[in-house]
């Protein structure tokens, strides 16, 4: 049996102190650092558009993501080692709850050893965990990590969705949405159960305050019957309702779907939205996932015959399913052409060849989005990816 160090003795003492769950984060990251008999830490946040790994203390400066060994670790997920400076050596630990990537951790020692490292380990995991318990409600995490200020629409709309990786070994989902700033319409939601990933993509007429409530009351109708364990026919029936009573004069293009974890069996409905896209060995398969679209939510009784239409596809382990709201294809490039969908395609097809991380590749995608416009994004831009492995029996 291996005995406890004195290390492990300080961080059981740590974690055992209730004082300590009341925390600052700061205060706690010191603490647990000393617990733990590590040098020293600093803890990186990325920031709302992941370009920038945002310390929270005032003492380090600003990293880039695309251009640092502290970036490296936060778009691969993995540990990185850099040699010299006043620390002898830095680790850089990704900090990630679950599947969503919230920055990374860098941790300073003399020499690195199986013990640190696996301490340092320790302290990513516990750090990211602290993060997510505690950035609902400081404000501090939401001023460090926006780099311009928001407005209303966006405020609105930030406060409903959810993190931007959902996932477990066997499925994962996530999602990017631009300009962060700026967002009117636009939105995506995804969660999990035992048996069942739910993820929707939503667009809202217009690109002001009504869209922003028009998409928060779609996500809060949709959210609300899921959980009482309504099947996809009914989460769109709920939606149709809400917002003809709420908001007759609106109306939210969409897809809602729902995915069986064991199987692979994907469902949705398509409520008036560009088709899903579906990738599979590295390839798009054409056509795979075009239906005839049902109307718009909230337009179901004045356009619609019939009942919602439920589509259905089995999928292969590996494939990724693509959603994406018109403004992502609908860019512009600085000579004037448009994005269009096969360069959008392209890009996914090409990350996936290289065996790139989902969360990168749609982080990476849009900011293609961006770099390719010279007056911003003509129209709100959400993509939302899903990965299914098959479960081990």
């Given at each position: 049996?291996?005995?406890?160090?004195?290390?492990?003795?300080?961080?059981?003492?740590?974690?055992?102190?209730?004082?300590?769950?009341?925390?600052?984060?700061?205060?706690?990251?010191?603490?647990?650092?000393?617990?733990?008999?590590?040098?020293?830490?600093?803890?990186?946040?990325?920031?709302?558009?992941?370009?920038?790994?945002?310390?929270?203390?005032?003492?380090?400066?600003?990293?880039?993501?695309?251009?640092?060994?502290?970036?490296?670790?936060?778009?691969?997920?993995?540990?990185?080692?850099?040699?010299?400076?006043?620390?002898?050596?830095?680790?850089?630990?990704?900090?990630?709850?679950?599947?969503?990537?919230?920055?990374?951790?860098?941790?300073?020692?003399?020499?690195?050893?199986?013990?640190?490292?696996?301490?340092?380990?320790?302290?990513?995991?516990?750090?990211?965990?602290?993060?997510?318990?505690?950035?609902?409600?400081?404000?501090?995490?939401?001023?460090?990590?926006?780099?311009?200020?928001?407005?209303?629409?966006?405020?609105?709309?930030?406060?409903?969705?959810?993190?931007?990786?959902?996932?477990?070994?066997?499925?994962?989902?996530?999602?990017?949405?631009?300009?962060?700033?700026?967002?009117?319409?636009?939105?995506?939601?995804?969660?999990?159960?035992?048996?069942?990933l739910h993820a929707s993509i939503l667009d809202a007429m217009g690109h002001d305050l009504a869209s922003g409530l028009t998409t928060s009351v779609t996500l809060a109708a949709c959210r609300n019957a899921r959980r009482t364990g309504a099947d996809l026919p009914e989460l769109v029936e709920s939606v149709d309702a809400a917002l003809s009573r709420w908001l007759p004069e609106q109306f939210c293009t969409g897809i809602l779907s729902q995915l069986d974890l064991a199987g692979g069996v994907l469902r949705w409905i398509n409520c008036g939205h560009p088709a899903p896209l579906l990738i599979r060995d590295r390839v798009l398969v054409p056509h795979a996932m075009e239906r005839e679209a049902d109307p718009p939510m909230g337009y179901l009784s004045t356009f619609a015959a019939g009942p919602r239409q439920v589509h259905e596809i089995a999928l292969e382990p590996g494939d990724r399913v693509l959603m994406y709201t018109d403004g992502a294809t609908e860019s512009r490039m600085r000579n004037g052409t448009e994005f269009g969908l096969e360069r959008f395609v392209d890009y996914v097809v090409r990350a996936a060849a290289a065996g790139e991380l989902a969360p990168e590749t749609l982080r990476r995608l849009i900011h293609s989005l961006l770099e390719s416009e010279s007056t911003g994004l003509r129209d709100d831009a959400t993509i939302l990816m899903l990965e299914w492995k098959r479960p081990q029996a």
């Amino acid at each position: 049996m291996t005995e406890p160090t004195a290390g492990d003795e300080l961080l059981a003492g740590f974690l055992a102190d209730p004082a300590n769950a009341a925390l600052d984060l700061s205060t706690a990251v010191e603490r647990c650092t000393k617990a733990l008999g590590l040098r020293q830490s600093v803890v990186y946040l990325a920031d709302l558009q992941q370009r920038l790994l945002v310390p929270l203390t005032d003492r380090a400066p600003e990293l880039d993501i695309d251009g640092s060994l502290a970036g490296w670790s936060y778009r691969t997920q993995a540990l990185r080692v850099e040699e010299g400076g006043a620390w002898g050596l830095t680790a850089w630990l990704p900090l990630v709850d679950g599947a969503e990537r919230l920055g990374v951790v860098a941790v300073a020692a003399p020499s690195l050893d199986p013990v640190l490292l696996a301490r340092g380990r320790a302290l990513a995991s516990l750090l990211a965990m602290m993060i997510t318990s505690k950035r609902a409600y400081k404000d501090s995490f939401i001023r460090r990590t926006r780099t311009e200020p928001m407005r209303l629409p966006a405020e609105l709309l930030q406060a409903f969705l959810p993190p931007r990786t959902v996932g477990t070994p066997h499925v994962v989902s996530t999602a990017v949405l631009e300009p962060a700033y700026e967002i009117g319409g636009d939105g995506f939601d995804h969660a999990l159960t035992g048996t069942t990933l739910h993820a929707s993509i939503l667009d809202a007429m217009g690109h002001d305050l009504a869209s922003g409530l028009t998409t928060s009351v779609t996500l809060a109708a949709c959210r609300n019957a899921r959980r009482t364990g309504a099947d996809l026919p009914e989460l769109v029936e709920s939606v149709d309702a809400a917002l003809s009573r709420w908001l007759p004069e609106q109306f939210c293009t969409g897809i809602l779907s729902q995915l069986d974890l064991a199987g692979g069996v994907l469902r949705w409905i398509n409520c008036g939205h560009p088709a899903p896209l579906l990738i599979r060995d590295r390839v798009l398969v054409p056509h795979a996932m075009e239906r005839e679209a049902d109307p718009p939510m909230g337009y179901l009784s004045t356009f619609a015959a019939g009942p919602r239409q439920v589509h259905e596809i089995a999928l292969e382990p590996g494939d990724r399913v693509l959603m994406y709201t018109d403004g992502a294809t609908e860019s512009r490039m600085r000579n004037g052409t448009e994005f269009g969908l096969e360069r959008f395609v392209d890009y996914v097809v090409r990350a996936a060849a290289a065996g790139e991380l989902a969360p990168e590749t749609l982080r990476r995608l849009i900011h293609s989005l961006l770099e390719s416009e010279s007056t911003g994004l003509r129209d709100d831009a959400t993509i939302l990816m899903l990965e299914w492995k098959r479960p081990q029996a």
